[in-house]
């Protein structure tokens, strides 16, 4: 069974082609981050334009890589939440107009689903599971009982580790997004500044990076009215060190309260080496019986095929949208209920 697969939530036009739901036959992806590095962050009204240049040639390619004609697929997939709203209809709409058009079902997918399923193209996906879901927009622990099942468990209170990557990037002077660099950055300093690690104590699975951002444009300002020059370096392996030490030790307090079998690593941010090394160290050390999957570098940030995977899975379920879907900006898996102490 073949899928066409559209992703827009962001700045990333992407289109893809995926069979069975593991299979890449294409992946397009139109990046416009050159077009919003300049105002140091994506501009709605920018991005929405970019999509609507991208989207129809997008789908061209995907179908042409693949070799595939609209007459072999079997559905198609888009993303209709969560993301920038304008950004959103451009996807929703060509995907719409695709399934119309040539009689094909239109399978709804949620954005961070599809973060989750890029981690499918490694592996299997065994149940109950958990995901460590950490992007641009949103730093989450998922549970999920069985397939097709998402519950939140833990989410941050304020920034997403993303976004707070981002931020303390531009006051270095990193372009957007800053995530990579400062990831190398921090891989040729020390962790010399000991920022805050938020809630690592507290009883629960949630998050908070906006203090941890704070001390970090608090040290540097600082300094410059000293006249003193920081190492970039050794700022940038603080940041990290701190972000990673409070994922990891959220992650391993979920693992223990929820017995599950495999944990997934997901979003932009999984694309971190930091974090990537210290799950695989801490994973084997507290929870070798428990697999992990990583999503492959390539399919971190925003992309179709990922979309694609989710959509098979909805596909079965037998999730159908009608030509009145609508993006949805702020949509969210439920929030499971804390369990009562
Ligand atoms: P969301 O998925 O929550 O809607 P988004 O789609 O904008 O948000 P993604 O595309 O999944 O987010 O991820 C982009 C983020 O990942 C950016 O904030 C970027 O800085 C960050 N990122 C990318 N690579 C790395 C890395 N190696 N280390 C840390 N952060 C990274
Ligand atoms: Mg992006
Ligand atoms: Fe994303």
């Given at each position: ?79 209709y939440g969560p993301g920038l709203v304008g950004s959103l209809l451009i996807g929703v709409t060509a995907a719409k107009t695709v399934a119309w058009a040539h009689h094909l079902p239109l399978i709804p997918v949620n954005h961070m689903a599809g973060h989750i399923y890029a981690a499918r193209f490694v592996g ?218």
């Amino acid at each position: 069974k073949l899928i066409l697969a559209f992703e827009s939530s962001c700045d990333e036009t992407s289109v893809a082609v995926i069979k069975n739901g593991t299979e890449i036959l294409s992946n397009i992806v139109a990046t416009q981050i050159a077009s919003h590095q300049r105002f140091g962050g994506v501009v709605p009204e920018v991005a929405s334009r970019h999509h609507i240049e991208w989207v129809t040639r997008c789908i061209h390619e995907a179908l042409d890589e693949a070799q595939v004609s609209y007459d072999d697929l079997a559905g198609v997939a888009v993303t209709y939440g969560p993301g920038l709203v304008g950004s959103l209809l451009i996807g929703v709409t060509a995907a719409k107009t695709v399934a119309w058009a040539h009689h094909l079902p239109l399978i709804p997918v949620n954005h961070m689903a599809g973060h989750i399923y890029a981690a499918r193209f490694v592996g299997d996906f065994v149940f109950p599971q958990m995901a460590l879901l950490v992007s641009g927009g949103h730093t989450e622990l998922v549970y999920m009982p069985k397939e097709h099942e998402y519950q939140i468990i833990g989410e941050t209170r304020d920034d997403a580790a993303g976004e707070a990557y981002d931020k303390i990037g531009r006051v270095m002077g990193v372009n957007y997004p800053a995530g990579k660099t400062v990831d190398e950055w921090a891989h040729q300093g020390k962790d010399t500044f000991h920022f805050p690690r938020a809630m690592e104590n507290e009883d629960n699975l949630d998050f908070s990076f906006s203090g941890l951002k704070s001390a970090f444009i608090n040290t540097c300002h600082n300094a410059d009215q000293r006249g003193e020059k920081l190492n970039k370096n050794d700022l940038a392996a603080s940041f990290q060190q701190s972000v990673v030490d409070v994922l990891a030790e959220k992650t391993m307090t979920a693992l223990d309260q929820y017995s599950v079998k495999q944990l997934i690593l997901a979003g932009g941010v999984a694309a971190n080496h930091g974090l990537r090394d210290r799950l695989n160290h801490d994973m084997a050390r507290y929870y070798p019986q428990v697999k992990m999957l990583q999503a492959p570098l390539k399919y971190c940030g925003d992309n179709a095929a990922m979309i694609g995977a989710a959509g098979y899975i909805n596909y079965l379920h037998g999730d159908r949208a009608g030509l009145d879907l609508n993006a949805v900006p702020g949509l969210s898996f439920p929030r499971l209920t804390p369990v009562e102490e």
